[in-house]
């Protein structure tokens, strides 16, 4: 992608000359040198045709036009679903960080879309809104300013409509659509799992998409957000997610934890309409085997 920052000058001709000498008269503000590299670099027309030879001849009443210097737009290494001036929705790819650990500070989304927005605006700043696992892909947004983060962490319930995830687990699941309800917590090694008292409520709605031999394609809705919700109790359902060791999966066919984050809805903060963002499926999860 690519972008011109400032709009283009002109001069009008008014004696017989030619091109080098009238640009040197012309464009007092920059080097012999820098006049010079408009020419090698296209960006001198005249009457609108791009001229590059310094001795072209120039005629009375003829326009001249420099054009600014094209410069390359920043680019992410993964998708940009969205960007406005309040908001940037991107589609995270599996095995990549939301945000730093102590481990780990550059090569994260949080890092990755922060360079990008910076490299086209030097005072731009990114804020986590929220987060998907290392190993999960999809749809993860970013506030630009301060207040865009502070209205949806705030009022999040009443902001965001829907987080729809899907996933291919290992075998079927009891019935075709259910609701999974269970108190989680988490143990020292940070690993979590589900409680009979003492633990923060989760919620989970599942249906089947595909099923397949080995696999069934599930399609998830949130109503909590907890830490590795999904995981657990697809798990607990004795289906857990393929590729997910940490919580009982005993395949990997596509190498790498088969949970997708492919929707996110909420209201806008700047239209206040509601909004709708997907992340396509990911090669390989209609293919059950």
Not at 161 to 185: F, Q
Request: proline share 6%; charged share 25%.
């Amino acid at each position: 992608m690519e972008r011109r920052q400032k709009p283009p000058r002109q001069y009008q001709v008014t004696e017989e000359t030619t091109l080098l000498p009238f640009l040197l008269a012309s464009v007092q503000d920059k080097s012999r040198n820098t006049v010079k590299g408009l020419l090698t670099r296209s960006q001198v027309q005249v009457n609108g045709k791009t001229i590059t030879r310094h001795d072209h001849p120039l005629k009375p009443g003829q326009t001249v036009t420099i054009l600014p210097e094209v410069v390359k737009k920043a680019q992410l290494a993964f998708p940009i679903l969205y960007e406005d001036d309040k908001i940037i929705v991107v589609d995270k790819p599996a095995g990549l960080l939301s945000m730093a650990s102590d481990k780990e500070k550059e090569r994260t989304a949080y890092h990755q879309v922060t360079e990008y927005v910076r490299a086209n605006n030097p005072r731009g700043r990114v804020f986590i809104v929220h987060r998907l696992d290392r190993d999960t892909s999809g749809v993860l947004l970013f506030a630009k300013d301060e207040a865009t983060k502070l209205a949806f962490q705030d009022n999040w319930e009443k902001i965001v409509r829907r987080r729809g995830y899907t996933a291919v687990v290992e075998g079927a699941p009891p019935k075709e659509a259910d609701t999974i309800r269970s108190l989680l917590k988490e143990n020292a090694v940070h690993k979590v799992y589900s409680v009979s008292h003492g633990g923060k409520e989760a919620i989970t709605h599942y249906k089947t998409v595909k099923q397949g031999k080995n696999y069934t394609l599930l399609e998830i809705d949130l109503s909590t957000g907890r830490k590795n919700q999904i995981r657990v109790h697809l798990s607990e359902m004795g289906c857990p997610i393929a590729g997910d060791k940490t919580y009982g999966a005993k395949t990997n066919p596509w190498g790498r934890l088969c949970l997708h984050a492919h929707e996110l809805r909420f209201i806008h903060p700047l239209t206040n309409q509601e909004t709708t963002f997907r992340a396509p499926l990911p090669k390989g999860f209609h293919k059950l085997g």
